[in-house]
């Protein structure tokens, strides 16, 4: 699924689950650097930021809940900023994403002014905006996941403990573990944004 949002002269555009050719599609409208293709085509998993002349290459990597199998699994984030521009691709359909994008339309389309100034939003606040929403939802996630655990244990010390009940629970613990160990490593990725931007943008 591909979304294009114009605001003012900036352009942000999403692709989720996107093909081979998509992908190359965009790479070669905005001519990014080789390297640059090569992980978008082979949507790797390691956390990263590339700096280039004309760009920055950034990969995180946030869970996303399998209804089916009660699982937590990686939903990989590729973003490159330009100064006029930000390309995401997420591996999977990311809901909070495409809710962000639905708000600045509203706002674009409820809006009295014809100001391109009034909407002068940068890639890098888009890269917050995003990275804020993916966050907050986890967190939500991961409070929900603590206090189910709690009942379970509960549960377990009152009652017969049953297969189904300690399957439950070592699936429950499996995803706390799991999303704990995927955000540990964005830290230093996270600071250096911070610093790689702050060099990038006026």
Not at 54 to 77: A, H, Q, R, S
Not at 117 to 139: G, H, N, Q
Not at 144 to 154: G, H, N, P, W, Y
Request: a negative charge; glycine letters at 2%.
């Amino acid at each position: 699924m591909k979304n294009i949002l114009n605001i003012g002269k900036m352009r942000w555009i999403h692709l989720a689950s996107p093909t081979k050719e998509e992908v190359r599609q965009i790479c070669d409208e905005y001519d990014f650097h080789e390297l640059i293709v090569e992980d978008l085509e082979q949507m790797t998993v390691q956390h990263k930021i590339d700096q280039y002349d004309d760009n920055i290459f950034v990969v995180l990597n946030f869970p996303k809940y399998n209804e089916m199998t009660g699982k937590y699994v990686l939903n990989e984030f590729n973003i490159v900023l330009g100064k006029d521009y930000v390309i995401t691709f997420s591996r999977y359909e990311a809901n909070h994403v495409a809710k962000i994008v639905q708000e600045y339309q509203k706002d674009i389309a409820e809006s009295d002014t014809k100001d391109e100034e009034a909407f002068k939003i940068s890639p890098y606040y888009i890269l917050y905006t995003i990275i804020d929403a993916m966050y907050d939802k986890m967190l939500k996630a991961q409070e929900k996941t603590s206090k189910d655990i709690i009942l379970l244990e509960q549960k377990i010390t009152t009652n017969t403990i049953s297969r189904e009940v300690i399957e439950t629970l070592l699936k429950i613990k499996t995803n706390l573990v799991f999303m704990k160990y995927t955000f540990l490593p964005q830290r230093e990725i996270l600071m250096e944004i911070q610093k790689t931007i702050e060099g990038f943008y006026e």
